[in-house]
């Protein structure tokens, strides 16, 4: 018997209404800030994620669904969406448009990686970008937007962990200090962070093994290695989020020494939501900084901050905060029939659609069977359609819902009594 891959899952009716309601959301608090959507391709050269992502992260070395096609080229199924948004930035000249450039995207991601709750190997990712605008105050945007975001669907309970990595160049002699200091507990390391440590000291910071992250505790911090400008930033970028309680008071944020993103191109502002005592698991928001991307790229020198949120990661803790979500609309009607009325019945149902009204024909059975899948169909009324109310030109409606009694209504009335129901 054949099931979905590892790591994939089939998104079944009943769980449709999360999703829709996850997705509707984050169109319009995206609407809200004046983002508009951009849908890029699923696959995209290989040679992009490499020069963008980076060739030393965990992504490009281990995760990346890659292939080559029926023409020799190498393609890779989108890991994640910052890189492909910057190559539709530069491809269609929106340097060009008034800067920075709102967009967003819902949109599926592939990673080779460990099947764990919240976290599959095709998972999907509601995402924003702002490319062009290198102030504070975009920074500060786009965590509002995160944070009104988690709010409008209900969520509670939630942390804003923030941390600055510096610019490239100011983080050179950090990350050589990062390195010294975990050098010196080499005997000490996991086999994983010991090879980190020599091609990407940072992530050691945000390590999941414990003695790492013991030893992580007194690690030399990025925030102590800003130049001028990175603290400016940092510092006109916290005066705002201060600004931010006074719209919203339930706004909180942290500042996280440990905090780092696992992709090469962030630099500054790095931040992260996720529920309160989750102690760095379930990330439901995660984003930065990454002016140096658009450039690495093959683009002119422009700035752009973002973030991706996995919709999987919010659905679970929507359940576990147990937010009520819209449900979608009735089934308004099962009609049955008996014997000659069938055809009446295919006739009949067509033009309860066409009023707009949800309508199904229940299976030709017997008129028992018929009863018991409209019992068992969720629908709100039965219809039924036999040799006699052919021959009166009428409908027996029945509630499925109540004991009202049955009533019968013209052929021709039964969509406006439905209707209004």
């Not at 050269?45 to 490499?50: D, E, G, H, I, P």
């Not at 070395?61 to 890779?76: A, H, I, R």
């Amino acid at each position: 018997m054949f099931k979905t891959p590892r790591g994939t899952q089939d998104i079944l009716p009943a769980e449709q209404p999360y999703w829709d309601y996850v997705r509707k959301t984050a169109a319009r608090v995206a609407f809200e800030f004046g983002y508009g959507r951009i849908d890029t391709p699923m696959f995209e050269a290989t040679s992009l994620f490499q020069r963008g992502v980076g060739d030393e992260t965990d992504i490009v070395q281990k995760e990346m669904y890659s292939f080559e096609d029926n023409g020799g080229d190498s393609l890779t199924l989108r890991p994640e969406g910052t890189a492909s948004v910057c190559r539709a930035y530069i491809e269609h000249g929106m340097q060009n448009l008034p800067q920075p450039v709102r967009q967003y995207y819902v949109a599926p991601m592939f990673r080779y990686e460990r099947p764990q709750a919240g976290r599959v190997r095709q998972h999907h990712q509601f995402g924003v970008e702002a490319i062009g605008d290198a102030s504070a105050t975009v920074d500060a945007e786009i965590i509002e937007l995160g944070f009104r975001y988690l709010s409008q669907l209900g969520l509670s309970h939630f942390t804003l962990r923030l941390n600055s990595l510096a610019d490239p160049e100011e983080r050179k002699p950090y990350l050589a200090m990062l390195h010294d200091y975990f050098s010196r507990y080499s005997g000490d390391l996991p086999k994983v962070d010991l090879a980190r440590l020599e091609r990407a000291p940072l992530r050691l910071l945000d390590s999941k093994e414990e003695a790492t992250r013991k030893i992580g505790e007194d690690a030399p911090r990025a925030l102590d290695y800003l130049g001028d400008q990175s603290r400016l930033h940092w510092e006109e970028l916290t005066g705002l989020l201060e600004d931010l309680k006074e719209t919203y008071p339930s706004f909180e944020y942290q500042t996280d020494h440990r905090l780092v993103r696992g992709l090469d191109y962030y630099n500054r502002t790095v931040f992260e939501f996720e529920p309160q005592n989750a102690g760095g698991q379930g990330t439901m928001i995660a984003g930065g900084r990454y002016d140096p991307l658009i450039e690495i790229l093959g683009g002119p020198p422009t700035p752009g901050i973002g973030f991706g949120s996995g919709i999987e990661r919010i659905i679970l803790e929507l359940k576990a905060q147990e937010v009520p979500v819209p449900q979608p609309d009735e089934l308004k009607a099962v009609i049955v029939s008996v014997g000659p009325a069938r055809n009446a019945a295919s006739r009949l149902a067509a033009e309860l659609r066409s009023h707009g009204i949800a309508t199904v024909l229940a299976p030709a059975r017997s008129f028992k069977a018929q009863m018991r899948y409209a019992n068992q169909s969720g629908a709100v009324n039965a219809v039924i359609l036999g040799e006699r109310e052919l021959e009166a030109g009428v409908a027996a409606l029945k509630s499925l819902r109540s004991d009202t009694p049955q009533v019968e209504v013209p052929l021709d009335k039964a969509a406006a009594t439905l209707a209004a129901g």
